[in-house]
């Protein structure tokens, strides 16, 4: 018997935010609607991370996703909206996009699902809190030298590249 309390209230409430503000992406033809729509999907993640009991990934989840990357995008969409012709046209292989992106699905599911809870895993068996690290593990993962530090710098770089190229296009040579 399923019973309704408070935390699958929340569920359901942060998966129809996630598959609605998804489902406004991809079906919208305008990109401040879509990145208002991935707001709205990034902080149904967020929520989710807090159902988790993973305050500081939904803090991150708010800060870096919404906070950061989608302002970056509508305002990059923003200052080159001037350069862009508002007639779009058609595309007659929306089949086979969505036939590649569901295989890529099925693809990166598999290849995360059965390496850490296959049969054959050294995680087999063991619930998910004993498999999930800590938010220390995690931090020192961001500082380690060996670990992420470069592949965060490098995001940090190209984040910031893409910001300059936004203004340089939208700045008006006069």
């Known amino acids: 018997m399923i019973t309704i309390n408070a935390q699958s209230i929340a569920f359901i409430l942060f998966s129809l935010f996630i598959l ?68 779009e046209a058609f595309n007659r292989q929306w089949w086979l996009a969505g036939l590649v992106g569901g295989l890529l699905f099925i693809f990166l599911a598999a290849g995360i699902i059965l390496p850490v809870w296959g049969a054959s895993s050294a995680y087999a068996g063991q619930p998910v809190s004993d498999v999930v690290a800590t938010t220390t593990d995690l931090g020192i993962a961001l500082v380690d030298g060996n670990q992420y530090v470069l592949p965060f710098e490098v995001a940090s770089l190209l984040l910031t590249a893409a910001m300059i190229g936004a203004i340089v296009i939208a700045r008006d040579d006069e």
């Open 20 to 87: 609605g503000g998804g489902l406004g992406v991809v079906t919208t033809r305008n990109l401040i609607h879509g990145a208002l729509y991935l707001i709205l999907s990034l902080f149904g993640v967020a929520g989710f991370f807090v159902l988790l009991s993973a305050p500081f990934l939904a803090a991150v989840q708010v800060l870096v996703y919404i906070g950061a990357i989608a302002i970056l995008i509508i305002f990059a969409v923003m200052l080159t909206r001037s350069m862009t012709s508002l007639t």
